[in-house]
């Protein structure tokens, strides 16, 4: 199997051609920071965000790039973080005022920021908001955390779950003795609603609440707390792949990150199978202009509002933020979860870990050795 597996995993790195040089095109030398996709680079509506740019510094250590990078280059990376925090809340913000209103984004750029600066030997320079002062409402007590799981709506899994999933940040900051109840609170919650039979969470279509249980399981691996049921899950996943139509790169993306994360042993035709189905996948999302799109039709304007069915609507969804123009291109979204699924299917079939074929010329401008 290890044959026949490695060579469909060498035809899918295929996928990859063109996709660093789009990804060099997403740096903006002025802000130190990296735009969501072509269109946001080429209107005045977009400046680089938190997301992209964490994102893209993800996808450049990934693949071993970071060497490319010269001091002053990550130094303008560290100032466009350090930018991005609210002095007296804490909390990193875009420049889009609604991005203020969506806890989710607020959560996950907390998140992304602080760990891209800690990648880069750097850290934030005001206090962040993980006290009981300046934390939110629900921090307060074991039993206001538990009041507000349960308000959160599962109507749609996947945004609710992603929401569920926000207190985690808040929870780490915490010291290990804080922490213990709200931890409880939260797991006692989780498998109080998990399905039985699917050993998925929530509402929605299958992949969606697939892409709701692997928010979740960001959760229990922050806490290094086991995921329940994992064969329902497992058959769940299966069935997905082979009877539902993956039009959104998450639907990728989330089966193959929650397999290996699982860590089941798993039968080598399954994962030969699993292989083939996830790469034929994505190449329905590979862009001429060299990355991936997030949606099969084209790339969302606003990548953190999750899908609902046309007509659908949740009251607790946010006000789109929109980080670009939703053309048929790459984005950094997609781009992002197409490497890890890549490094994820090696990981998953047991396989070595091998670096993509990078040409030298990709990030050559930024390369500490020319001096520049």
């Not at 030398?29 to 735009?35: E, M, P, Q, T, V």
Request: some cysteine.
């Amino acid at each position: 199997m290890t044959k026949r597996l490695e060579d469909i995993l060498t035809g899918g790195d295929g996928l990859f051609e063109g996709f660093f040089e789009w990804l060099e095109g997403q740096y903006d030398a002025a802000s130190g920071g990296f735009y969501y996709a072509r269109s946001s680079r080429d209107s005045d509506a977009f400046t680089p965000d938190i997301e992209s740019t964490a994102q893209a510094l993800g996808i450049i250590e990934r693949c071993g790039l970071q060497q490319r990078l010269a001091d002053d280059i990550k130094t303008g990376i560290v100032r466009f973080f350090q930018s991005k925090q609210d002095p007296r809340a804490g909390y990193f913000y875009d420049a889009d005022p609604r991005m203020r209103k969506d806890d989710v984004m607020v959560g996950r750029a907390l998140g992304y920021s602080v760990g891209a600066l800690r990648k880069l030997g750097a850290a934030p320079l005001h206090p962040l908001p993980g006290n009981r002062n300046m934390a939110p409402a629900y921090c307060r007590s074991p039993e206001a955390y538990a009041e507000w799981l349960r308000s959160i709506s599962l109507a749609n899994s996947w945004r609710g779950c992603d929401r569920l999933c926000n207190s985690a940040p808040y929870l780490n900051q915490m010291t290990p003795a804080d922490r213990k109840p709200f931890l409880c609170e939260a797991l006692s919650y989780f498998a109080s609603i998990q399905d039985p039979v699917t050993g998925l969470w929530g509402e929605g279509t299958l992949y969606v609440r697939i892409s709701g249980t692997f928010k979740l399981l960001t959760f229990y691996n922050r806490f290094q707390a086991p995921l329940p049921r994992m064969p329902e899950i497992y058959r769940s996943l299966l069935h997905a792949l082979r009877n539902e139509k993956a039009v959104d790169m998450c639907y990728i993306r989330n089966p193959i990150s929650l397999l290996t994360s699982m860590k089941l042993r798993i039968p080598e035709e399954d994962v030969l199978e699993i292989a083939e189905i996830t790469l034929r996948n994505m190449a329905r999302l590979k862009r001429a202009d060299g990355g991936f799109s997030r949606e099969i039709d084209h790339s969302p304007p606003a990548p953190n509002v999750a899908q609902v069915k046309q007509g659908e609507h949740y009251p607790d969804m946010p006000e789109a933020v929109s980080l670009g123009k939703g053309e048929v291109e790459g984005d950094m979204n997609a781009g992002t979860q197409a490497i890890l699924i890549r490094y994820s299917l090696r990981e998953l079939g047991g396989l070595q870990e091998r670096k993509l074929d990078i040409s030298d010329s990709v990030f050559s401008f930024l390369r500490a050795d020319t001096g520049i």
